[in-house]
């Protein structure tokens, strides 16, 4: 199976002019989704495209995205319970389950991210955020919180711990994701992962062609 590369360009770019830019130089490549901020959505047309965040349904929730949203604007993938929406906006392991279900009832490619702190037991943090897996889910995001944007990126024999776990638990794709960049990514791959979720180096053109 051709491995997937998921970009996850968060809150960036910061113009729209720039998300345009962006999206003219990535070539499209079926393997490739791109998670753009939802107010660019319409930019990128000739590519695959996922959400990075879902609210549970559609009704009087200011600031918030539906499901049936997604489904309708044909964003097939939503990412959820990605460690910055667990940090910044205090999203717990109960509303994440929510999610999930609600997103796999529209039939979207679910994400489903996990991952441990510095410091913390990484199989019981696995164990504990996989309690919100559900059959159907596309795939499950391996993503050290550590390793993420920090340039310190898991080592990848240590990753294989977590994805031999994760995969006998879910037998679903297994992504890593943590400082991924064109000359680390190959290693994961070795390693028996179907495919990698970047972040800032998703936003370098450079980068993203050459893993491509
Ligand atoms: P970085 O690739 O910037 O470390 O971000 C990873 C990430 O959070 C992808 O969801």
Redesign the pocket.
């Given at each position: 199976m051709k491995p997937l590369i998921i970009a996850?360009w968060k809150a960036n770019p910061g113009s729209v002019k720039e998300a345009k830019r962006l999206f003219k130089a990535i070539p499209y490549n079926r393997q490739v989704v791109i998670c753009p901020p939802s107010c660019y959505f319409y930019l990128g047309k000739k590519h695959k495209l996922g959400s990075q965040n879902c609210f549970l349904e559609t009704g009087a929730f200011t600031g918030e995205l539906s499901p049936e949203m997604l489904k309708s604007l044909r964003i097939d993938y939503v990412i959820l319970g990605?460690s910055e929406r667990r940090e910044y906006f205090k999203e717990t392991d109960e509303l994440i389950r929510e999610k999930v279900k609600a997103c796999l009832k529209e039939k979207l490619k679910v994400i489903l991210c996990v991952g441990e702190k510095k410091g913390q037991n990484t199989l019981t943090i696995l164990k504990r955020q996989l309690s919100c897996f559900e059959k159907g889910i596309f795939a499950v995001a391996y993503?050290p919180v550590w390793?993420?944007?920090t340039g310190n990126f898991c080592n990848p024999e240590k990753a294989k711990k977590a994805l031999d776990f994760i995969k006998k638990r879910t037998k679903t794709k297994v992504l890593y994701?943590?400082?991924?960049n064109s000359s680390n990514f190959k290693q994961y791959l070795k390693q028996g992962f179907d495919g990698v979720?970047?972040?800032?180096?998703s936003l370098n053109i450079k980068e993203l062609k050459k893993m491509i």
């Amino acid at each position: 199976m051709k491995p997937l590369i998921i970009a996850n360009w968060k809150a960036n770019p910061g113009s729209v002019k720039e998300a345009k830019r962006l999206f003219k130089a990535i070539p499209y490549n079926r393997q490739v989704v791109i998670c753009p901020p939802s107010c660019y959505f319409y930019l990128g047309k000739k590519h695959k495209l996922g959400s990075q965040n879902c609210f549970l349904e559609t009704g009087a929730f200011t600031g918030e995205l539906s499901p049936e949203m997604l489904k309708s604007l044909r964003i097939d993938y939503v990412i959820l319970g990605h460690s910055e929406r667990r940090e910044y906006f205090k999203e717990t392991d109960e509303l994440i389950r929510e999610k999930v279900k609600a997103c796999l009832k529209e039939k979207l490619k679910v994400i489903l991210c996990v991952g441990e702190k510095k410091g913390q037991n990484t199989l019981t943090i696995l164990k504990r955020q996989l309690s919100c897996f559900e059959k159907g889910i596309f795939a499950v995001a391996y993503e050290p919180v550590w390793a993420i944007g920090t340039g310190n990126f898991c080592n990848p024999e240590k990753a294989k711990k977590a994805l031999d776990f994760i995969k006998k638990r879910t037998k679903t794709k297994v992504l890593y994701g943590g400082s991924v960049n064109s000359s680390n990514f190959k290693q994961y791959l070795k390693q028996g992962f179907d495919g990698v979720l970047v972040g800032g180096a998703s936003l370098n053109i450079k980068e993203l062609k050459k893993m491509i």
